[in-house]
């Protein structure tokens, strides 16, 4: 699985879009990148994923480059409850391989009232 | 909505006694997954499995680990010889398994505490 950077850290504004970076410049044509966040020591908490395309759902929007070497995960309107580690991960999806989610150490989100 | 479920929440136990850390997947996932967390450490891969055999393990996953699916709703994980530590979060996690919708959905884990 191709390996992902992220800032340590970001703030963000209650009620403004957090705008979360990920570079992932090795990344293959079948690896998708997902996106996790873990609040405390909670368990990883699915958010979205996708291969090519942007992709949105009730959570966040995905915005990935068209040359797939970065994404960037929106959280459209931050609340005090987003403050978690966000976990850009990038692996194979699908064929025969259903394999482990590698987590780096992700970006500390907080969100400020 | 269903989730995955872990149990217990917390346990506490002597180094060298054997511990059973139990999850149930989501029902019609065919995918399981044991994760671990060490205190401010990153979340890490133990193994998978699939089809009542394991999938791919990790280096961390030794002997002293072993995993089950004793019925049809629960997967184990046994520590046979706990030492100091295997003191971490350990998060189950299962996926339905097929090519597009292979997304793994974790519990809520459980803290183990070897003394």
């Known amino acids: 699985d191709a390996k992902t950077t992220q800032p340590p850290s970001m703030d963000c504004a209650e009620g403004r879009a957090a705008n979360l970076p990920c570079n992932h410049s090795?990344?293959?044509?079948?690896?998708?990148v997902y996106w996790y966040r873990q609040i405390h020591s909670q368990g990883p908490q699915y958010i979205i994923h996708?291969?090519?395309n942007n992709e949105t759902n009730e959570m966040a929007s995905l915005i990935i480059t068209e040359d797939r070497k970065s994404s960037t995960l929106i959280l459209p309107h931050a609340t005090l409850r987003d403050t978690a580690v966000y976990y850009c991960?990038?692996?194979?999806?699908?064929?025969?391989?259903?394999?482990?989610?590698?987590f780096g150490q992700g970006t500390i989100l907080t969100v400020h009232p | 909505e269903p989730e995955v479920t872990q149990t217990p929440s917390h346990q506490v136990t002597q180094m060298g006694q054997e511990v059973i850390l139990r999850c149930v997947p989501i029902?019609?996932?065919?995918?399981f997954y044991w994760y671990r967390q060490i205190l401010g450490q990153k979340v890490e891969f133990l193994v998978s499995?699939?089809?009542?055999?394991?999938?791919?393990k990790s280096e961390i996953f030794d002997d002293q680990f072993s995993v089950e699916r004793p019925d049809g709703s629960n997967f184990t994980l046994k520590i046979r010889s706990t030492k100091l530590e295997d003191s971490a979060m350990y998060f189950c996690?299962?996926?339905?398994?097929?090519?597009?919708?292979?997304?793994?959905?974790f519990g809520p884990g459980t803290r183990l505490t070897v003394l």
């Open positions: 996690a299962s996926s339905v398994g097929t090519t597009r919708a292979d997304t793994q959905y």
């Open positions: 090795t990344i293959s044509g079948n690896e998708y």
């Open positions: 996708g291969l090519k």
């Open positions: 991960i990038v692996r194979v999806a699908g064929g025969t391989s259903y394999g482990k989610l590698t």
């Open positions: 029902s019609n996932h065919l995918y």
């Open positions: 499995f699939y089809n009542n055999e394991i999938s791919e």
